[in-house]
């Protein structure tokens, strides 16, 4: 891979589309309608809306016994009925997605960051629109509070997370971006209130935050990488609740700016993968070439600082490939299971890999969890020169610039859901399904931003929820 910016445009005017009513919602998280079956949501934050180029959509494709398909699906502006704002050149709304059921109707609803949205006299301040889920799918919304003292062009919104981090039952959300990472507290009102709202304004700027119960006690922890000086890879914290305060805890020799948290060794206690997807430079002497994971196990404290986590990357034995200049290996990261066994297998986009002489047409790499912790026995890759997968492998289509797993069709294996923020310049997303054996291509599904009606330039798939 060269460096690059992958340049986000995308664009859409349709309106929402619903899905038949269930008739009982199942509490299921990420199921919007309430049938039972786990929905997909996915970022194009580059969208076009009318003449607003950036202004930016969220699509959903709902889960079902069949594929996903672009007949089953709704999309979403802030031109959409109900939902708050006017869709604005450069507002990067759908940049970043969380998902919980936020006012407790046992539908799940979406947090959507715009970290470029303006406000007021204030450019590029960003915010946060919650879009309700109901028996009818999506419609309506609301914007969380919003601090009173961003700067402009700060990123507000950039991260976005949702679990219950005290321990009450109810969903609660953290936002990041510049220095005023904020926690909302539920449930929350149909207009957005939360019971509460602070600002954590100790960890310097923080742009992205990853959610996940490390501590097997039913409250999530909150984990947030930030920039420090001297050390360009960054450092991680978490807090954890103690059932009256938050205790947070620094990961000293942790490294990486994406995550997720899944129980890899089956032991009840979440997992924190991180990825680090930079080159060793500069003042960066941490890393590998091309990129590298780590795995820092959970426990009833959470992971112990002094742990040696496990590390991966492309020269690891059994890991296909091979660690190159700018491959960004570990760039997206996802946890899930794929085959049924009772351990979290973790998805890895390398959106920079080279596919033969074709640069920046991206891969993913699968890891298998175990009894013993993360495994590179059985790993496999894909691109979408892969036999059965759709597409073909082209110069910057970022194959693996988003990675999701998530069990859509209900056979309780973790399907995988890709996305290819460069394909065709405007971006689409492919859906392999799981199985006991693992991840097969029968089946396998692609959608571009045009099959979703999305307009204008390109990266959807920029972002997929978690």
Known sequence: MRNRTLLLAVALTTGLLTTPAAAAPSRLSGDFNGDGYRDVVIGAAGTTVGSAQLAGAVVVLYGSSSPVSAARKTVITQNSAGVPGTAESYDSFGSSLAVGDLDGDGYADIVVGSPNESIGDRDGVGSATVLWGGKSGLSGGATLPQPSTLAEWGGFASGAA??????????????????????????????????????????????????????????????????????????????????????????????????????????????????????????????????????????????????????????????????????????????????????????????????????????????????????????????????????????????????????????????????????????????????ATGLTTTGATSLTARDVSLKGGASFGWAIAQ
């Open 162 to 435: 949702t679990g219950d981090f005290d321990g009450d039952g109810r969903t609660d959300v953290t936002l990041s971006g510049q220095d005023r990472t904020r926690l909302y507290t539920g449930p929350f009102t149909r207009t957005g209130t939360p019971a509460s709202h602070t600002t954590i304004g100790e960890l310097g700027s923080a742009y992205n935050v990853i959610a996940g119960d490390l501590t097997g006690d039913g409250a999530a922890e909150r984990l947030y990488p930030f920039g420090v000086d001297g050390d360009e890879g960054g450092a991680v914290s978490y807090f954890r609740w103690t059932g009256t305060r938050y205790v947070r805890t620094t990961l000293p020799s942790a490294d990486g700016f994406q995550g997720s948290v899944g129980d890899i060794n089956g032991d009840g206690y979440g997992d924190l993968v991180l990825g680090d997807h930079e080159d060793p430079h500069g003042v960066k002497t941490v890393g590998h070439k091309g990129g590298q994971i780590y795995v820092w196990y959970g426990s009833a404290t959470g992971p112990d600082p002094s742990q040696a986590p496990t590390v991966v990357n492309q020269d690891t034995p059994g890991v296909p490939g091979a660690g190159e200049d700018s491959d960004i290996f570990g760039s997206a990261i996802s946890t899930g299971d794929i085959n049924g066994d009772g351990y979290a297998d973790v998805a890895v986009g390398t959106s920079g890999e080279d596919v033969g002489r074709t640069q920046d047409a991206g891969g993913v790499t699968i890891l298998l969890g175990s009894a013993s912790g993360l495994t590179t026995e059985g790993a496999k890759a894909y691109t979408q020169d892969t036999a059965g997968v759709p597409g073909t492998a082209e110069t910057s289509d970022a194959f693996g610039q988003s990675v999701r797993l998530a069990d859509l069709d209900k056979n309780g294996k973790a399907d995988l859901v890709v996305g290819s923020g460069g394909e065709n310049g405007y971006g689409a997303v492919t859906v392999l399904r799981g199985s």
